[in-house]
């Protein structure tokens, strides 16, 4: 039963992060407004300051917990390109018989 509960909140998309982000901004500007009546001066904006910024604290961390959606499937006769490997990666090792440098012009002479 407490799973049950558990999983109404949990964060699944990205909408649901924006719409948390939007819920803590509007309780985080409420809360400024507080603090600027009850600290007048640079206290209450230092303050007020701090819970907005907090807003883009929050709102990166969950915004960066929520897996990406997959791309949407294209429909119709085409197919999505394949990837094909360059033979000449860097990702791994040439063949020493592919530098063109890597032997002197001495050492190929057959006289």
Known sequence: MLKK???LFTIKTRAEAWLV???IALGAVERGRHYLETYPGM???LLAAACT???F???AKLLDSVNPQPAAVSVGPYRAPVARRN???RN???PRS???ASESRVSHRTD
């Open 5 to 7: 509960l558990g999983r």
């Open 21 to 23: 982000t939007y819920a």
């Open 43 to 45: 206290g209450g904006w």
């Open 53 to 55: 910024g907090v807003v």
């Open 57 to 59: 604290l929050a709102g």
């Open 87 to 89: 033979p000449f990666s």
């Open 92 to 94: 791994r090792p040439t």
């Open 98 to 100: 592919l530098h063109r």
